[in-house]
């Protein structure tokens, strides 16, 4: 039974930084796609960054590029997400997931999925 376990949501103001975490466990992830997706209430759910477990190799959706970074601890299991240089446009809940194979940046394409983890920032 794969679990993901997100944390490290919280509320800042523009310009500051967060870092969540997605603890993941139930099996071994090589050969998976570990990615950061976020919503904002009345908006659908939006792709933002993806890492393959096996490379490291990374993609990000534009607005974020140079801001955020995905990362991974192979050794713990554990999926990051550093933001910098937040902005209100930020604000979302912020979903960790995964899927065998290659990235896609359809929700849809998931199979596992976090709790979510809000993400706040004021002006």
């Known amino acids: 039974q794969v679990q993901l376990v997100e944390s490290g949501g919280g509320r800042v103001q523009a310009g500051a930084s967060l870092r969540l975490s997605c603890a993941a466990s139930g099996?071994?992830?090589?050969?998976?796609t570990m990615v950061?997706?976020?919503?904002?209430p009345g908006k659908e759910r939006e792709f933002v960054a993806g890492i393959?477990?096996?490379n490291g190799n990374t993609v990000y959706t534009d607005s974020?590029?140079?801001?955020?970074?995905?990362?991974?601890?192979?050794?713990d299991?554990?999926?990051?997400?550093?933001?910098d240089s937040l902005k209100p446009e930020d604000t979302a809940v912020y979903y960790c997931a995964a899927r065998y194979g290659s990235s896609r940046q359809r929700s849809y394409d998931y199979d596992y999925w976090?709790?979510?983890a809000q993400v706040t920032v004021s002006s």
Do not use: E, P
């Open 64 to 75: 974020v590029k140079g801001r955020f970074t995905i990362s991974r601890d192979v050794g």
């Open 36 to 40: 950061w997706f976020r919503q904002a």
């Open 77 to 83: 299991n554990t999926v990051y997400l550093q933001m």
């Open 114 to 116: 976090g709790q979510g």
């Open 27 to 32: 099996r071994t992830f090589s050969g998976y």
């Open 52 to 54: 393959y477990w096996n």
